[in-house]
């Protein structure tokens, strides 16, 4: 490793921020950014309980995340102290060896030629989405669109996850998996009751599917239940099920969410891209629902996405463990520091990206994304331990901002405040007042 190599020649001092870390606080990721913006590439902070360096370029991103990731893991504040609270031993917050064996076990139900399977899923659950939409229209009602994102991901990912086992208890499972974000403190009380509210529900349904063994079951439980280890020949316990249960929920819910309701806002924002994804759905698909096979095609609708994932990328902070001594850019790391990376800043590295509050899906053209650094775009962060559910995620986008803009032009509620609050993902605080106008061609 080249980092082994360096770390007998001199190396560069890091500079540290000994100001009040009261935004950390309030807004972490402002805090990050004004990190970044007067100290530049690495830089130490305070982070409860320990001191961290946060890194801001690619190159350092992808040492961490890739080149020598083996010397990084997860034994952090959020991930051990929240994530794990909540999600066990799944693949958000496991280590190697289990990790590995894991991963290796879920991958293939999240290949593309599978995930095919949860095309019709999210398009009906898109269609019951508009048909709300359609009842605010009639009405001139303004709603909240973060809202219904939020109401729409967790029916594509309980459905996904379940198949019809969930319909009953959808509702009171996403209000469950919404309370422990927000509170984010496992030793309160109501995180403990929500938390044995979800137990309850998903130890029910995979007693309920083990007894149904000879159901023909095609969601993601069945494919839990079916996989089989290479070496053993047997199947996950059920505490395991659990835990990757969990860790999918909490990924492809929230995270999805967020993503798809920045892009609304943003496109609120920009109406001449609104025409433009307009005029290529229409002619691309001429009033119909889109299909996979049409994604290439929607060449203008995937950059708006993958635009709106850059400015907020709901996963907006990652943060690692050193294992042993590193060698960064030239800087010193020492064994055991705590390193922190975030997608929200490095979407903002003046180098990578000019102009970088400005919307422009133009950033993604293939030119502009072969030219590009690897790793100044992370909105699903990099390396080994990359989103699992990326394309999951991807496919839900590119079938819901379709589905959407042939049948409606939403607009921005003038006056209400739209702010980014920082928690374990990027959600609008106040959330995001539109009003929907049904279109007439």
Same mark, same amino acid.
């Given at each position: 490793?080249?980092?082994?190599?360096?770390?007998?020649?001199?190396?560069?001092?890091?500079?540290?921020?000994?100001?009040?870390?009261?935004?950390?606080?309030?807004?972490?990721?402002?805090?990050?950014?004004?990190?970044?913006?007067?100290?530049?590439?690495?830089?130490?902070?305070?982070?409860?309980?320990?001191?961290?360096?946060?890194?801001?370029?690619?190159?350092?991103?992808?040492?961490?995340?890739?080149?020598?990731?083996?010397?990084?893991?997860?034994?952090?504040?959020?991930?051990?102290?929240?994530?794990?609270?909540?999600?066990?031993?799944?693949?958000?917050?496991?280590?190697?060896?289990?990790?590995?064996?894991?991963?290796?076990?879920? *991958?293939?139900?999240?290949?593309?030629?599978?995930?095919?399977?949860?095309?019709?899923?999210?398009?009906?659950?898109?269609?019951?989405?508009?048909?709300?939409?359609?009842?605010?229209?009639?009405?001139?009602?303004?709603?909240?669109?973060?809202?219904?994102?939020?109401?729409?991901?967790?029916?594509?990912?309980?459905?996904?996850?379940?198949?019809?086992?969930?319909?009953?208890?959808?509702?009171?499972?996403?209000?469950?998996?919404?309370?422990?974000?927000?509170?984010?403190?496992?030793?309160?009380?109501?995180?403990?009751?929500?938390?044995?509210?979800?137990?309850?529900?998903?130890?029910?349904?995979?007693?309920?599917?083990?007894?149904?063994?000879?159901?023909?079951?095609?969601?993601?439980?069945?494919?839990?239940?079916?996989?089989?280890?290479?070496?053993?020949?047997?199947?996950?316990?059920?505490?395991?099920?659990?835990?990757?249960?969990?860790?999918?929920?909490?990924?492809?819910?929230?995270?999805?969410?967020?993503?798809?309701?920045?892009?609304?806002?943003?496109?609120?924002?920009?109406?001449?891209?609104?025409?433009?994804?307009?005029?290529?759905?229409?002619?691309?698909?001429?009033?119909?629902?889109?299909?996979?096979?049409?994604?290439?095609?929607?060449?203008?609708?995937?950059?708006?996405?993958?635009?709106?994932?850059?400015?907020?990328?709901?996963?907006?902070?990652?943060?690692?463990?050193?294992?042993?001594?590193?060698?960064?850019?030239?800087? *010193?790391?020492?064994?055991?520091?705590?390193?922190?990376?975030?997608?929200?800043?490095?979407?903002?590295?003046?180098?990578?990206?000019?102009?970088?509050?400005?919307?422009?899906?133009?950033?993604?053209?293939?030119?502009?994304?072969?030219?590009?650094?690897?790793?100044?775009?992370?909105?699903?962060?990099?390396?080994?331990?990359?989103?699992?559910?990326?394309?999951?995620?991807?496919?839900?986008?590119?079938?819901?901002?379709?589905?959407?803009?042939?049948?409606?032009?939403?607009?921005?509620?003038?006056?209400?405040?739209?702010?980014?609050?920082?928690?374990?993902?990027?959600?609008?605080?106040?959330?995001?007042?539109?009003?929907?106008?049904?279109?007439?061609?």
């Amino acid at each position: 490793m080249d980092s082994i190599k360096d770390s007998h020649q001199t190396t560069k001092k890091i500079p540290s921020f000994t100001g009040s870390a009261r935004e950390l606080v309030r807004a972490p990721h402002r805090f990050f950014l004004q990190l970044t913006q007067e100290y530049g590439d690495i830089v130490q902070y305070r982070a409860m309980p320990e001191p961290a360096y946060l890194i801001n370029h690619p190159d350092y991103v992808k040492q961490v995340l890739l080149t020598n990731g083996r010397n990084y893991n997860k034994d952090t504040h959020l991930n051990k102290y929240l994530l794990e609270s909540v999600t066990g031993q799944g693949l958000l917050t496991s280590e190697n060896p289990l990790w590995r064996k894991q991963r290796r076990l879920i *991958q293939p139900a999240f290949h593309r030629h599978n995930l095919a399977a949860f095309a019709d899923l999210m398009t009906d659950a898109a269609n019951k989405m508009l048909t709300r939409l359609e009842s605010y229209a009639v009405e001139e009602k303004p709603f909240d669109i973060s809202a219904e994102m939020m109401q729409l991901t967790l029916d594509i990912v309980t459905r996904a996850l379940f198949g019809y086992n969930i319909d009953e208890q959808a509702t009171a499972v996403g209000e469950a998996v919404n309370t422990l974000i927000e509170i984010a403190k496992p030793k309160r009380r109501k995180f403990q009751e929500t938390l044995r509210f979800l137990d309850e529900v998903v130890y029910g349904i995979i007693d309920e599917r083990r007894q149904d063994a000879d159901g023909d079951h095609s969601d993601l439980l069945d494919m839990l239940l079916q996989a089989r280890y290479e070496d053993t020949g047997e199947g996950m316990s059920n505490r395991q099920i659990r835990d990757e249960v969990m860790s999918l929920l909490i990924a492809g819910h929230e995270t999805t969410a967020n993503t798809l309701s920045w892009m609304w806002y943003l496109l609120g924002q920009n109406p001449d891209a609104v025409e433009r994804v307009e005029a290529e759905v229409d002619g691309v698909l001429n009033g119909r629902s889109p299909a996979i096979s049409d994604f290439p095609k929607l060449e203008y609708a995937n950059k708006v996405i993958k635009e709106g994932m850059r400015l907020y990328p709901s996963a907006w902070s990652i943060s690692r463990r050193a294992l042993g001594d590193d060698v960064i850019g030239g800087y *010193q790391i020492p064994d055991r520091s705590v390193i922190a990376l975030s997608p929200y800043t490095m979407h903002r590295h003046p180098a990578f990206w000019p102009d970088p509050e400005r919307f422009d899906p133009e950033r993604f053209t293939p030119e502009m994304e072969n030219g590009r650094h690897r790793y100044a775009y992370i909105p699903f962060g990099g390396g080994a331990r990359k989103c699992i559910g990326d394309q999951f995620a991807l496919m839900e986008s590119m079938i819901i901002l379709p589905m959407t803009l042939q049948r409606f032009r939403l607009y921005l509620v003038p006056d209400h405040p739209v702010e980014a609050h920082a928690l374990v993902t990027l959600r609008p605080k106040h959330g995001i007042l539109m009003k929907a106008a049904r279109r007439t061609s």
